[in-house]
């Protein structure tokens, strides 16, 4: 069964950058793709980025496109998620999850991190 243990995130004025980690254990051959998505209060889950583990394709979504970078090592099974010039607005908690394709759809992944808190304050 495959796990995702999340690090990172905390609190960081706006313009500045953070970092996240996902490292995946278990059965890593199960699942090809591991995403970002976020949640920020009183709104829905939404897709951020995402990146195949074999090909290293990627995707994102345009509100962070240009600002955030999401990378692999496929050899750990860890994804990262460079986040720089962030805004207010990037405020949420942000999820790691994983998958069998690259799709922006969150109920297409079927592990899910804990999530850990960004705040970004103005």
């Known amino acids: 069964q495959v796990q995702l243990v999340e690090s990172g995130g905390g609190l960081v004025q706006a313009g500045g950058s953070l970092r996240l980690s996902c490292a995946a254990s278990g059965r890593s051959f199960s699942f090809n793709c591991m995403a970002w998505f976020r949640q920020a209060p009183g709104k829905d889950r939404e897709f951020v980025t995402a990146?195949?583990?074999?090909?290293?394709?990627?995707d994102y979504a345009d509100s962070v496109k240009g600002r955030f970078t999401i990378s692999r090592n496929a050899a750990k099974n860890t994804v990262y998620l460079q986040m720089d010039s962030l805004k207010p607005e990037d405020t949420a908690v942000y999820y790691c999850a994983a998958g069998p394709v690259l799709i922006r759809q969150s109920n297409m992944y079927y592990r899910w991190g804990q999530g850990t808190q960004v705040t970004v304050s103005s």
């Open positions: 990146i195949t583990l074999r090909g290293g394709t990627t």
